[in-house]
């Protein structure tokens, strides 16, 4: 009964309008400082832009956006994606159903159509938003977004969107939810270009130059608010 109740669309709808709304409070209440501090106009001339995410930490990611920017994002077919899909869309941003990690099981989970959809997308002027790790291997970057950037040649920006207040769950991607009245930090990392003949070994090396660069904007974003990395792994 409550597993039918969950696939409502007006339950589904309910809760995609709660969390849209808790979201706008955490986005108001939260002090954030930025580096660089003028990173939407340093990367003005390049958009559209893949603006690459780590799993667990994408919850504020889309506060990094000017208001009205043209963005679509990646999101999961399963259903906990629905609700995520109809926050996106509350938030002004497109949403994309599909996966994308290993391209090898793109097409099992609708990551070849999303693809397809990716790149029309950015050929429309907008800015593709995704994840870079592959779902259930938290940190480690798939080479479905160096394959987004070889095909359309948009450059991948690591980007990290953090709070100091937030709840730290025990899951593979060490989720976090922010928690309002906080500080918060935003940074954005070095671009990773892709070209169109890139080899196999190009695509592997920009595969671990998002890995690495994901990982330093992390790194950087939660010392900027005074508290470690929950997905860093165990502490020294």
């Not at 390049?46 to 603006?51: F, G, M, N």
């Not at 609700?83 to 509350?90: D, G, K, M, Y």
């Not at 080479?143 to 207040?165: K, W």
């Not at 130059?209 to 020294?236: I, K, M, Q, S, W």
């Amino acid at each position: 009964m409550l597993k039918q109740i969950g696939r409502s669309t007006f339950v589904r709808s309910a809760i995609g309008a709660v969390a849209t709304a808790y979201l706008r409070l955490v986005r108001a209440t939260t002090r954030f400082v930025v580096e660089p501090a003028d990173f939407p106009t340093r990367i003005a001339a390049e958009l559209p832009v893949i603006a690459a995410m780590w799993h667990g930490q994408h919850f504020m990611i889309h506060f990094a956006w000017p208001e009205g920017a043209n963005v679509s994002a990646l999101i999961s077919r399963h259903g906990d994606g629905e609700i995520n899909a109809q926050v996106l869309r509350r938030l002004g941003v497109r949403p994309i159903r599909g996966s994308g990690g290993n391209p090898a099981k793109m097409q099992k989970r609708g990551g070849a159509t999303a693809l397809r959809e990716m790149v029309r997308a950015l050929e429309q002027g907008s800015t593709m938003v995704l994840t870079a790790d592959i779902p259930k291997t938290s940190r480690r970057a798939g080479a479905g977004i160096v394959t987004l950037a070889r095909m359309t040649g948009r450059p991948i920006y690591p980007i990290a969107v953090v709070s100091a207040r937030r709840i730290d769950f025990d899951s593979w991607d060490h989720a976090s939810l922010a928690l309002p009245f906080g500080r918060g930090a935003m940074v954005l990392g070095d671009p990773i270009r892709v070209a169109r003949d890139a080899t196999d070994a190009d695509v592997e090396a920009a595969r671990q130059a998002v890995e690495n660069g994901l990982n330093a904007v992390h790194e950087r974003a939660f010392a900027l608010v005074g508290t470690r990395d929950p997905g860093a792994g165990p502490a020294p």
